[in-house]
């Protein structure tokens, strides 16, 4: 299968601080990239949708200004989370989608902890 | 309600069980259908994909019922390194794809 590459796999950060998380697809064009969170021994929940050179959609009750998301290309999206608190600490997720296919592949997620 | 909904589990089988997973969905214009798995405190990956006319890989069949808007996973002959959590996923369009909470499944010796 296609391979997502998502960087860092974990990071610590103080509270009130940035993080920025990426999000590559190595190996193909990726049109659309998603970006989940799960919480522990919870379902992957959607954080938002996005296309390249556009706007990101983003699921209701989820942030746009504190989840910041850029797909400036088709191989790179980033997620930047602002002034992190700890209620922000989960696991990330990204997955991408190949240009006119349907499945979708992950990265290997991001384990952020704000302390 | 939500758009996808999957057996919670967790089902606990011995080795060699057969074992069914239920997903239903309520969007109607869904358009494909997928089975990931995710191992514990991992990415989930492409178990397979769900065909209107219903695949089978291996020891996996999936089948799909349009008209009643559920999907299914039928793992045969179970394998300890079964154990993972199942997430039913449906794509509404190119720009959607909807995760079922998943169905954790142990397999046991």
């Known amino acids: 299968g296609a391979v997502v590459s998502q960087h860092p796999s974990r990071v610590i950060c103080k509270s009130g601080t940035s993080v920025k998380i990426e999000c590559r697809s190595l190996?193909?064009?990726?049109?659309?990239m998603f970006w989940y969170r799960q919480f522990p021994k919870q379902s992957l929940m959607l954080m938002a949708t996005s296309n390249e050179g556009s706007k990101a959609t983003y699921e209701q009750g989820v942030e746009k200004d504190k989840f910041l998301i850029n797909h400036a290309s088709l191989t790179l999206s980033t997620l930047t989370v602002t002034s992190a608190h700890p209620e922000d600490s989960s696991f990330y997720i990204c997955?991408?989608?190949?240009?006119?296919?349907?499945?979708?592949?992950f990265g290997q997620g991001t384990r952020l902890t704000v302390v | 309600r939500k758009e996808v909904e999957q057996d919670p589990g967790p089902f606990n089988v011995p080795e060699g069980a057969t074992v069914a997973f239920n997903c239903t969905y309520s969007n109607s214009a869904s358009q494909s259908f997928f089975w990931y798995r995710q191992d514990c405190r991992k990415e989930p990956k492409l178990l397979m994909s769900v065909y209107s006319s219903g695949n089978e890989d291996g020891r996996f069949t999936a089948q799909l019922n349009r008209a009643s808007q559920y999907i299914s996973l039928l793992i045969r002959d179970s394998k300890l390194s079964d154990s993972a959590t199942y997430l039913c996923?449906?794509?509404?369009?190119?720009?959607?794809?909807?995760f079922g909470a998943g169905t954790r499944l142990t397999v046991k010796p």
């Open positions: 996923v449906v794509n509404r369009n190119n720009n959607d794809m909807r």
């Open positions: 997955s991408a989608r190949e240009t006119g296919l349907l499945e979708a592949f």
């Open positions: 190996d193909f064009q990726a049109t659309t």
